[in-house]
């Protein structure tokens, strides 16, 4: 069997980590292993920069902040998202190349295109299979966010407009690519949401 990489998206709070969890179950029933992975993260090397981006005490420059997401996410892919699709495993990444378009392509001005570009080569141009985005209010992920116990990261903190900036570059993407970018309402029950998910991995599904 074929491994596929399964991407999921959304502002913070949308629910991608609750998502991914319920689909490796929900997968599992259906026959298909699948690891579930975040970004930045999943590696010793892409963990550290994830404390570095997230830490609200440092300030980093957007330029910065781009290369620092593709520099681990360049890492995950060659140490184990490439090596688990070759195994014929899905992959399900809580974020990826998407995630920089909105964040730092159009939120922080930099460019779509150009942390496309950048983002092209750290991950030697790996495209993923579907993606599920998590579609949600921006002031309603601000008040999930709010009900955590935890503080609030270094983007976590950024203002309304941030997030607004974040949201219309989604729906964007969304707009461009609809055969791989599925867009699934955060706003439903998490039974629902994971429903959805599994309808839009449908006819991936062996």
Same mark, same amino acid.
């Given at each position: 069997?074929?491994?596929?990489?399964?991407?999921? =998206?959304?502002?913070?709070?949308?629910?991608? !980590? !609750?998502?991914?969890?319920?689909?490796?179950?929900?997968?599992? #029933?259906?026959?298909? =292993?699948? +690891?579930?992975?975040?970004?930045?993260?999943?590696?010793?090397?892409?963990?550290? +920069?994830?404390?570095?981006?997230?830490?609200?005490?440092?300030?980093?420059?957007?330029?910065?902040?781009?290369?620092?997401?593709?520099?681990?996410?360049?890492?995950?892919?060659?140490?184990?998202?490439?090596?688990? $699709?070759?195994?014929?495993?899905?992959?399900?990444?809580?974020?990826?190349?998407?995630?920089? $378009?909105?964040?730092?392509?159009?939120?922080?001005?930099?460019?779509?295109?150009?942390?496309?570009?950048?983002?092209?080569?750290?991950?030697?141009?790996?495209?993923?299979?579907? !993606?599920?985005?998590?579609?949600?209010?921006?002031? !309603?992920? %601000?008040? %999930?966010?709010?009900?955590?116990?935890?503080?609030?990261?270094?983007?976590?903190?950024?203002? #309304?407009?941030?997030?607004?900036?974040?949201? =219309? *570059?989604? =729906?964007?993407?969304?707009?461009?690519?609809? *055969?791989?970018? %599925?867009?699934?309402?955060?706003?439903?029950?998490?039974?629902?949401?994971?429903?959805?998910?599994?309808?839009?991995?449908?006819?991936?599904?062996?």
């Amino acid at each position: 069997m074929a491994g596929r990489l399964v991407t999921i =998206e959304g502002l913070d709070g949308a629910g991608k !980590t !609750t998502l991914a969890t319920a689909l490796v179950q929900a997968l599992a #029933a259906r026959g298909v =292993e699948a +690891v579930s992975l975040r970004e930045p993260g999943g590696v010793e090397l892409s963990e550290r +920069v994830r404390a570095l981006v997230k830490d609200p005490g440092l300030r980093i420059g957007a330029a910065a902040e781009a290369l620092l997401y593709a520099a681990a996410r360049a890492q995950l892919v060659e140490e184990r998202v490439r090596p688990l $699709l070759a195994e014929g495993r899905w992959v399900l990444l809580d974020r990826f190349v998407d995630s920089s $378009l909105a964040y730092q392509g159009a939120a922080r001005g930099l460019g779509v295109d150009r942390v496309r570009m950048l983002n092209l080569f750290a991950t030697g141009g790996l495209v993923p299979d579907r !993606t599920l985005l998590l579609a949600l209010d921006p002031a !309603t992920g %601000r008040a %999930r966010l709010a009900g955590r116990a935890e503080a609030p990261d270094r983007l976590e903190a950024e203002d #309304a407009a941030f997030f607004a900036r974040v949201a =219309e *570059a989604y =729906e964007a993407l969304a707009r461009r690519e609809p *055969a791989r970018i %599925r867009v699934l309402d955060a706003g439903r029950p998490e039974a629902d949401v994971l429903a959805a998910a599994l309808a839009a991995l449908e006819d991936l599904l062996p």
